[in-house]
């Protein structure tokens, strides 16, 4: 080693101590290469590398680039650094970032040439680049909502279906609070208090307003996300547009509990409700309801007129009646009413308000005939000592045939 005006300056064996791959090149054959360069080129001995030309290394798709540097830097330029893609002697793939520098050697024009090696991180990004393709393919072909939020529940992802669902564009969505697009905001305040407590929902029900401000059904599957502090940092997940379902549901759950006819409760419906409210052990009563001389409108008329005057009769009775009561068809002619928290006066009262009602309206029927409605009704209560509907209706039931002996168009307890 050298020493010149306190500057140290070492001799040219230190090269061979590099950690950094170098080589040194006179025209395009190698001369010399430090023993980090052997070892990336996975050398058995020197002969492998020094003495071979740049062709025996470099991809053929490189190599026109990798030479024309190579004349630059003979002609006194510094190459900056570059990716090359190269071989090692047993012909493993290499990723390299090279630099070069001319180097006069005993009257020569040499090019030292340095070089790392890039192949784990150029498989890393070729990996991620990879991953990321799947993913934006998979998010746009996804028929569901990916999306994420931050703690401050801002958009800042939304995949492409999104479009199809609400009709906003992603680039319309990222930026907003996920807040905007909720009908009621206390249906997403609920959200985020579940995902908090939790930290993941599934399924959790809510609704969404589309562009055109049509209100849908969403199914939301979701987790929170944490910082690095392990803070809540917002959430991701999916929500599906489930309104399809939800309407259908409605629908099975119309044609489960209400008349097909009349539009209210059916009896399997009413019973059970009437059910409900015995386990209650709460103040209910019953009117049990039957139109009379219905048989007559059937046989005299036939069965459209009698359907009718039957939808007649239940919209008379859904008219009068209190919107807190129930009222369903038990079949035929027959009607049950049931009066939530009414006492024997009030249950009274409102039977013969009903009664009235229904016999001051004449229906009419086909070729200009009217029909006079009148209906019997059986009213009770329930009883601290009642564990059956049964019980109940049967006591109704026989209040209904007094109503009838006693000439029809009564009220019998």
């Not at 058995?44 to 053929?60: A, W």
């Not at 589309?210 to 996300?225: E, F, P, Y």
């Not at 009769?313 to 209190?322: D, L, M, P, S």
Request: net charge negative.
């Amino acid at each position: 080693m050298a020493e010149s005006d306190g500057a140290c300056r070492p001799g040219a064996e230190w090269i061979d101590q590099l950690p950094a791959c170098v080589a040194l090149l006179v025209g395009d054959v190698v001369r010399y290469a430090n023993p980090e360069a052997l070892r990336l080129l996975q050398a058995r001995q020197p002969s492998d590398v020094i003495g071979r030309t740049l062709e025996t290394f470099i991809h053929p798709l490189d190599l026109h680039r990798s030479l024309a540097r190579l004349r630059y830097a003979e002609s006194g330029g510094t190459n900056p650094v570059t990716e090359i893609r190269a071989y090692t002697c047993e012909g493993r793939p290499l990723m390299l970032a090279m630099s070069s520098a001319t180097l006069p050697i005993d009257g020569q024009t040499a090019v030292l040439a340095t070089f790392l090696d890039l192949t784990e991180r150029a498989a890393m990004e070729q990996r991620l680049r990879q991953t990321d393709e799947d993913f934006q393919r998979m998010m746009n072909t996804m028929q569901d909502v990916f999306y994420r939020t931050d703690a401050q529940g801002i958009t800042r992802y939304v995949c492409p279906a999104v479009k199809h669902v609400l009709g906003y564009t992603a680039e319309e969505i990222i930026g907003l609070p996920a807040a905007a697009f909720y009908p009621d905001l206390s249906e997403r305040d609920a959200l985020v208090a579940e995902i908090r407590k939790h930290g993941a929902v599934h399924d959790f029900p809510g609704r969404m307003r589309r562009k055109d401000g049509v209100i849908i059904d969403i199914s939301i599957s979701t987790q929170a996300l944490r910082d690095e502090q392990g803070q809540y940092a917002g959430v991701e997940g999916i929500w599906r547009d489930i309104s399809e379902r939800k309407a259908l549901e409605r629908r099975l759950e119309h044609l489960a509990t209400c008349d097909s006819l009349t539009g209210i409760h059916n009896r399997r419906s009413v019973l059970a409700i009437l059910d409900q409210l015995l386990q209650r052990k709460a103040p209910v009563s019953v009117l049990l309801l039957d139109l009379d001389h219905f048989k007559r409108v059937n046989d005299g008329f036939g069965h459209a007129a009698g359907d009718g005057v039957l939808c007649r009769f239940a919209q008379i009775i859904h008219q009068e009646k209190r919107s807190r009561d129930f009222f369903g068809r038990l079949g035929g002619e027959e009607f049950l009413l049931i009066l939530d928290g009414a006492d024997e006066a009030e249950t009274l009262q409102i039977a013969e308000r009903l009664r009235l009602a229904v016999s001051a309206q004449p229906l009419d029927l086909p070729e200009g005939a009217t029909v006079a409605l009148t209906v019997s009704i059986g009213m009770t209560q329930v009883r601290a000592d009642d564990v059956r509907t049964a019980d109940v209706l049967l006591r109704a039931d026989r209040a209904l045939y007094r109503a009838k002996a006693s000439g029809r168009n009564q009220v019998c307890g």
